[in-house]
């Protein structure tokens, strides 16, 4: 398995340029956030959050009540900001729709059809683009070299499997013959003239595949915590959960605590 952050939420120029009309916030750090330690996320979230209870429009808030909550100390004494204040107070008092507005897109690569359609079933918040069985061609001949699998940590060398003449076989050795002799069939499917559309039927499970996945904040912090080791997941998707959440707190370092 691998997983990439391939794009996630970032202040326009035109967003930037608004900061020029006011005289208090940011004037001195010469407009750019990264100068006072505030990621892209953070001014998103701010501005979200704070639309829902100030007299400010939008375009305002952070040029004037940036320095309020960038620039302060949290008055819960938990630590951080006045902003991780109100993003802790967001999160305990479960307003989450004004996370949505931060997404993340992930290129995954090399996960099971086991694991795609667990994934698929987080619909709401999420967006899947797959690589095709239909359309790319898992030949031993083809550019792929044939399709490739994911065997699970269960299936080792401890285990044996007995098989007709009683003899006991590594079941390792047993699923990787097995995943042969399907890459056999359907080689042999697509000689005689069948579609790759229909000789993919044969493909298992284990099959691996590729997809670029999009999912705003909220729906990734639900996903973790349903997904995470020690929840009872099936342990390929809880490792995904665990790269999706360091890809995201790698860029926004405010959001760990909300997935612990």
Not at 10 to 18: A, G, H, I, M, T
Not at 21 to 44: C, I, M, P, R, W
Not at 88 to 98: E, F, G
Not at 142 to 154: I, L, N, Q
């Amino acid at each position: 398995m691998k997983v990439n952050l391939i794009a996630h939420t970032k202040l326009s120029e035109e967003f930037y340029d608004s900061f020029d009309k006011y005289n208090e916030f940011l004037e001195y750090s010469g407009n750019k956030l990264d100068d006072l330690d505030v990621t892209d996320g953070q001014a998103v979230a701010l501005t979200a959050i704070r639309t829902c209870y100030s007299a400010n429009k939008p375009t305002e808030i952070i040029a004037k009540e940036g320095e309020k909550y960038f620039g302060s100390k949290a008055t819960d004494g938990e630590g951080g900001t006045e902003a991780d204040r109100l993003f802790r107070q967001i999160v305990r008092s479960k307003h989450l729709s004004t996370l949505e507005h931060l997404s993340f897109t992930f290129a995954i690569e090399g996960v099971s059809r086991a694991l795609l359609a667990q994934l698929t079933r987080h619909r709401i918040g999420f967006s899947f683009s797959v690589q095709s069985q239909r359309y790319v061609r898992f030949g031993s001949d083809d550019k792929t070299g044939g399709f490739d699998y994911v065997m699970p940590e269960s299936v080792n060398d401890d285990k044996h499997v007995t098989v007709d003449n009683g003899k006991q076989i590594p079941a390792s050795d047993y699923y990787i013959a097995c995943m042969r002799t399907i890459q056999r069939v359907y080689d042999d499917l697509r000689n005689a003239g069948i579609a790759a559309e229909d000789a993919r039927m044969v493909l298992p499970q284990a099959a691996t595949t590729n997809l670029v996945m999009t999912a705003n904040l909220r729906a990734l912090l639900d996903f973790y915590g349903k997904r995470r080791k020690g929840r009872g997941a099936q342990a390929e998707i809880a490792e995904l959960a665990e790269e999706l959440r360091k890809a995201v707190v790698e860029v926004e370092p405010w959001t760990k605590p909300f997935f612990e």
